[in-house]
């Protein structure tokens, strides 16, 4: 049983994912008004702003860092396609004329 490993790899040398845009967190300014609840909300607010912030800077570098893994696997392949057709033409190479297409 032979297997056979297809990658496209025009397909992953064009491989770009979009990152969300950046976020930047507020300073809770949306809880104005006096209430009393309203300065335990704007520190909530902007807790989860910076969090959230945070995630997505996170997020930006694994997009990235996948893009480049995904770019080091389509130059790994191709670089194992050559390395075996090389291989498999200098062993042609070797074999007597008669199993050489009748050379």
Known sequence: MAMEIDGATDE???FNPIPPASVTATNGASAGG???EGA?????????AQELAKF????RTGFAAFAN????AAAEYLRGDATGADSIARS???LPPMFQ???
């Open 69 to 72: 893994a995904v770019a080091g």
């Open 101 to 103: 297409g009748g050379r």
């Open 34 to 36: 006096g209430m009393p």
């Open 12 to 14: 992953m040398q064009k």
């Open 56 to 59: 997505v800077t996170d997020v």
């Open 92 to 94: 042609a190479q070797a």
């Open 40 to 48: 335990a909300f704007a520190e909530a607010e902007a807790a989860a």
